[in-house]
């Protein structure tokens, strides 16, 4: 039923009016440029071409319903653009780079349907001249002429110099024309040139700037802001995680190191056990913050269990932890750990 209503419509005289009217009236029907009336006074299409190349295209596809209009026009667009730049570059300027490089960019950047300014590069107008149904016996094709209006670009006066900060505008506020040139690293960093040209590293052609690429641009520069606000804060998160764990260490060597151990650092003078009997419970806290902050070290397990030692009650747990120093290197701990093993009361010479 729905088919049979959309033949109706598209074999009507109305639909037929109606769609002329459509074309003629606004020439693009939103999505091409008519150039066949420009604006008074400088046009910068123009002003940036050292020629224009007119191309006239025909181009037709199948148009099975009338829901797939827009779409079928779309492609028409897209498919006759891309064929009228290729004809420029493959008759005209086969043999220079910098404006071939620039004409083939204005194929894969851009969608012409969908930008009034014909791409990327602005190297393109369209005119569309004709437009219609057409009803055959191998179905219904929708039908457009096109005259396309391709700019050969001047070549810049001077070399581009990089622009090393953001730059103030990237539009000219009378003519909205771009004023700043970029390139895109394969990481996606963005960088800003003053004039058109080529880049000096990689030798790539500069592309002028578009509102799409600035909008991409901002959103990298956020990422890219909050990622560097992320690693700064994890880094001092890290100095200051360091900074506790040198105070922690710091106090367990001040408060429970053995004088006459030979593994001390440089610095650390170490306390009598019967100093360290009088701040064996400060010596505890402080030397298991140790232990927790830098498990590998062998010297705060030693100390621990010294300042254990000195306590009553802590025999037990010293004997461990004397025995995971030995594991982890620490000599000293040796004499301690066979001292309360052989239930000795006498103190040795590294107590």
């Given at each position: 039923m729905r088919n049979g209503t959309q033949q109706r419509l598209f074999n009507s005289v109305f639909f037929r009016i109606a769609l002329t009217m459509l074309i003629s009236s606004s020439g693009s029907a939103g999505f091409t440029q008519d150039v066949s009336a420009p604006p008074k006074g400088v046009d910068p299409f123009s002003e940036k071409?050292?020629?224009?190349?007119?191309?006239?295209?025909?181009?037709?596809?199948s148009l099975p319903t009338i829901d797939e209009y827009g779409k079928v026009r779309r492609r028409l667009v897209d498919q006759a653009a891309a064929e009228a730049i290729e004809q420029v570059v493959g008759m005209a300027i086969a043999s220079d780079r910098e404006v071939k490089m620039a004409l083939h960019n204005e194929v894969t950047d851009s969608q012409y349907s969908e930008k009034m300014s014909g791409g990327s590069e602005g190297l393109v107008r369209t005119k569309v001249v004709k437009e219609e149904v057409l009803s055959q016996a191998e179905g219904r094709f929708l039908s457009m002429a096109f005259i396309f209006s391709v700019c050969?670009?001047?070549k810049p006066t001077k070399p581009a110099v990089r622009i090393t900060a953001t730059p103030e505008a990237f539009f000219d506020?009378?003519?909205?024309?771009?004023?700043?040139?970029?390139?895109?690293?394969?990481?996606?960093?963005?960088?800003?040139?003053?004039?058109?040209?080529?880049?000096?590293?990689?030798?790539?052609?500069l592309k002028?700037?578009?509102?799409?690429?600035?909008?991409?641009?901002?959103?990298?520069?956020a990422k890219r802001k909050a990622a560097a606000e992320d690693r700064a804060r994890q880094q001092t998160e890290m100095q200051e995680q360091g900074r506790k764990q040198a105070q922690l260490a710091d106090r367990c060597d001040e408060l429970a190191a053995n004088p006459y151990d030979k593994q001390l650092p440089r610095g650390v003078v170490g306390v009598e056990f019967l100093i360290l009997k009088l701040n064996a419970t400060d010596a505890i806290t402080a030397c298991r913050g140790a232990v927790a902050k830098t498990p590998g070290e062998g010297r705060f397990y030693y100390q621990l269990g010294r300042a254990l030692q000195a306590r009553k009650g802590g025999t037990k747990e010293a004997l461990q932890l004397f025995t995971k120093a030995i594991e982890l290197g620490h000599v000293a701990a040796y004499d301690n750990l066979g001292h309360l093993m052989s239930g000795q009361k006498a103190q040795s010479m590294f107590e």
């Open positions: 071409c050292r020629s224009v190349i007119d191309v006239p295209i025909t181009q037709r596809d050969i670009p001047k506020p009378l003519s909205g024309d771009p004023k700043v040139w970029y390139w895109q690293s394969r990481t996606g960093e963005f960088e800003f040139y003053d004039n058109a040209g080529f880049h000096p590293g990689t030798g790539e052609l002028p700037v578009s509102r799409e690429v600035i909008n991409v641009w901002r959103l990298e520069e």
